[in-house]
């Protein structure tokens, strides 16, 4: 015999959402893993611990909120994935916008509250807001965003957890200048920029991790890219890398290169001192 209560206990914890449990969305933001190809990506670890050590501690304010920002395809969205996981809290809840596409404003806004609100039930939660800007619906032309839905994220940013119980919030953002427009980046309690590669050091760091090019390729790579100029977001080179392995092996530098410098990521024409 199924009873309300059954029913209940199932809709609470045997049925997963379509876009799976928390636990198997950060294994899918984390799938390609977290390479260190700098000290920028050290020390946003080591910061994070900082900030789980400060939502942990019992004589500080029961709330932490760090938003990671930086360019498009920089890494935030696997950076806060790693945060949340190395923050081994029991409670992780993810909101995305691709798990509220078609929501109208008001069933978004009571998405994010749920959320929130089952985080306070437990003693230490962990949400992460991945791609603020696009929660918020806001778009580049003709500037317009949900209004509801940002005082809705404002009011929960700042909100304190019961007492006694413990919540750290992650945001990932590639608008900085927006959310500052907003008046939303002062909630939080720590903002930190998530930067593209920048050094020909930090492209071979990647190269050398991937199992694409062999030695000879590596240091011919090197001399190339050596004294110029390197910006690119770690999600693009990968993609990139990832079209060098399906190259056949004599043309993989050249067409690596090519389609780097194609991207904007390598500036040949430039050098650097
Ligand atoms: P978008 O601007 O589209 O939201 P993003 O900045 O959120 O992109 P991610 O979606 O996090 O970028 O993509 C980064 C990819 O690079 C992931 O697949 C991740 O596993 C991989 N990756 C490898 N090394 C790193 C690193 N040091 N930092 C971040 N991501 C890394
Ligand atoms: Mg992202």
């Not at 997963?16 to 636990?23: D, E, H, I, L, V």
């Not at 900082?50 to 360019?71: C, K, M, N």
């Not at 890219?225 to 977001?233: E, L, S, T």
Request: glycine letters at 6%; aromatic letters at 6%; hydrophobic letters at 40%.
């Amino acid at each position: 015999l199924v009873n309300r209560s059954d029913f209940l206990h199932a809709l609470e914890n045997d049925i997963k959402p379509a876009f799976g449990t928390s636990g198997e969305v950060l294994e899918h933001f984390l799938a390609r893993g977290i390479i260190n190809w700098g000290t920028p990506v050290s020390s946003i670890l080591e910061d994070g611990m900082l900030f789980i050590q400060q939502a942990r501690a019992t004589d500080t304010s029961g709330l932490v909120s760090v938003l990671l920002e930086g360019p498009p395809n920089s890494g935030k969205t696997a950076l806060a994935a790693q945060l949340a996981k190395n923050s081994d809290f029991p409670f992780v809840k993810v909101c995305t916008p691709e798990e509220m596409v078609g929501f109208t404003e008001s069933a978004k806004c009571l998405q994010i509250r749920k959320v929130f609100d089952d985080a306070y039930r437990s003693q230490l939660s962990c949400i992460l807001v991945d791609n603020i800007e696009r929660l918020l619906d806001y778009g580049s032309i003709g500037p317009r965003y949900s209004n509801l839905t940002l005082q809705a994220l404002l009011v929960l940013l700042k909100k304190e957890p019961p007492k006694g119980r413990k919540l750290l919030i992650l945001c990932t953002s590639s608008r900085r200048q927006v959310l500052e427009d907003m008046e939303m980046l002062s909630a939080f309690t720590a903002v930190v920029h998530v930067p593209n590669l920048s050094q020909p050091d930090h492209l071979m760091a990647v190269l050398e991790e991937s199992d694409v090019f062999t030695k000879k390729d590596l240091s011919a790579l090197s001399r190339k890219i050596h004294g110029h100029r390197v910006f690119i977001g770690i999600k693009k080179l990968l993609a990139l890398i990832d079209m060098a392995r399906q190259t056949e092996e004599p043309y993989r530098v050249i067409k690596f290169l090519s389609k780097l410098e194609e991207e904007g990521g390598l500036d040949m024409g430039s050098s650097i001192q």
